[in-house]
């Protein structure tokens, strides 16, 4: 594992992930649809899409999935997102990443 974190957010629908020179934006989006992830690269920016991560009992994914590669360098992540207060928009953020070189 190459860096993990637990936190808080409040009032934010977005944080960043900084390992080295390495950096993404993972945001929060809502729609009608069933939980998920995407991923997006926008103006030379890797960005992870979380949607409909409402759940206060949490939403999970336990399997590491590919979020970025760099030649012969992979990037993998888990996470779980719980929404603690829907009127605050306070979440607990849990996550994990693995390199593979």
Not at 56 to 65: K, Q
Not at 75 to 81: H, P
């Amino acid at each position: 594992m190459a860096y993990s974190a637990v936190f808080q957010l409040k009032g934010k629908d977005s944080f960043d992930i900084h390992v080295d020179s390495w950096s993404c934006t993972v945001r929060f989006k809502s729609d009608s649809n069933a939980p998920r992830y995407s991923g997006a690269y926008e103006n030379n920016r890797l960005y992870i899409d979380m949607y409909n991560h409402n759940n206060s009992l949490g939403d999970t994914i336990g399997e590491p999935f590919r979020i970025a590669s760099a030649g012969d360098v992979h990037f993998y992540m888990t996470y779980t997102v719980s929404l603690l207060n829907d009127e605050q928009n306070v979440r607990r953020v849990e996550y994990a990443l693995w390199v593979d070189e």
